[in-house]
């Protein structure tokens, strides 16, 4: 496609369920990256892909959060038993191999926990 | 641990002013400063990419600096329009992009 592709753009979810958000990076795009941004605050860094290899998982901010990246395209960041807190807009970026390239970031997807 | 500022938080200017948004980083081990404007409810659009090895970037209205050494870069917006009204973020990139918290723009017509 033509940019980073994000769905749901909106979801809304009852505390203690899954959700699972998904990103379509960039064909060609070897780097993915994960980022949650919460009303009125700045952007958190949650996970970082190269290929299918998540070098980086530091982010994630607890053990209910994981993500898995398939193929080296598709990646899937999985929400388990909700809380509201987790209520925020997850951004997903891409970029092709090498760390000087330029990221392109999805539109996100609106989570809202109720 | 990289930390991201970017001042001011918030501005106001009339149409056509020009215009200077400041970022600045603490640690200079950094591949590249990427500048973004966030519409209201939406994604980040990249405006501009510097390299570590380069000292600026133009794109249209659009410039952006890189002082690497002191840990600063600048985005100059010329002749300022309403259409730029939106929030402005630098990130610099190590191999996760730190993120400032943002300049807020309204242009006012």
Request: glycine letters at 10%.
């Amino acid at each position: 496609g033509a940019g980073v592709s994000q769905s749901p753009s909106n979801k809304v979810t009852e505390k203690g369920k899954d959700v699972e958000l998904r990103c379509d990076p960039i064909s060609g795009h070897t780097a993915l990256y994960w980022y949650r941004q919460s009303l009125g605050q700045g952007l958190e860094f949650l996970i970082y892909f190269q290929g299918n290899s998540a070098p980086d998982k530091s982010g994630l901010p607890s053990d209910r959060f994981s993500a898995e990246r398939t193929g080296g395209s598709v990646s899937t960041l999985t929400i388990q038993r909700t809380q509201q807190e987790d209520s925020a807009v997850y951004l997903c970026a891409s970029s092709s191999q090498g760390a000087g390239t330029e990221a392109f970031f999805g539109q996100g997807t609106r989570l809202t926990v109720v | 641990k990289q930390e991201v500022t970017q001042i001011p938080a918030a501005l106001s200017v009339p149409e056509g002013e020009n215009l200077v948004l400041n970022c600045s980083f603490t640690d200079s081990a950094i591949y590249n400063l990427q500048w973004f404007r966030q519409d209201p409810g939406k994604g980040l659009t990249s405006l501009l990419l510097i390299q570590s090895s380069q000292r600026e970037q133009t794109s249209g209205r659009l410039n952006a600096s890189l002082d690497k050494s002191s840990g600063r870069s600048t985005l100059y917006i010329a002749a300022s329009q309403p259409g730029d009204s939106a929030t402005y973020l630098c990130a610099v990139r190590m191999y996760q992009f730190y993120f400032g918290t943002g300049t807020s723009l309204t242009v006012i017509p």
